[in-house]
């Protein structure tokens, strides 16, 4: 067992430079008025595509609150082409689903620069990492 420190900067530039991290994603929805039944039937749509053509989708996880006016998504990818990947499956259905009612959501890793300029000026926070074990 080595007892070489690894450079914290060194392994930032390190995740830069190939921005093979795993991803995850924390979508949250609070429905409008009368747009439940709408979110549960664009979801199993979002599902249905996830589970069938998505390559790179490690967990997509609906949970709901107890009267269902809430929800949060836990998402999460090999790493940034597979949530390019997702994100292009669900296309049109994405933004339906968005629709429905209040959405934010958090990425969290080290997304590549392409992912990044993706998101410019989107609603997704990005979270990158810090710490871990």
């Not at 597979?82 to 009612?101: N, R, S």
């Not at 080290?110 to 000026?121: F, I, T």
């Amino acid at each position: 067992m080595s007892s070489e420190r690894v450079d914290p900067s060194q392994k930032r530039r390190s995740l830069e430079a190939g921005a093979v991290s795993e991803l995850q994603g924390i979508g949250r929805f609070k429905f409008l008025e009368g747009e439940l039944e709408e979110f549960k039937r664009l979801a199993a749509q979002c599902m249905e595509i996830v589970r069938a053509e998505d390559t790179g989708t490690l967990q997509y996880d609906i949970y709901f609150n107890d009267d269902q006016s809430e929800c949060i998504v836990l998402e999460r990818y090999r790493d940034s082409e597979a949530l390019i990947e997702h994100a292009a499956h669900l296309g049109e259905l994405g933004k339906a689903i968005f629709a429905t009612g209040w959405v934010s959501g958090e990425l969290l890793g080290e997304p590549s620069a392409e992912l990044r300029a993706k998101m410019v000026g989107g609603a997704v926070r990005l979270f990158t990492p810090y710490q871990s074990m």
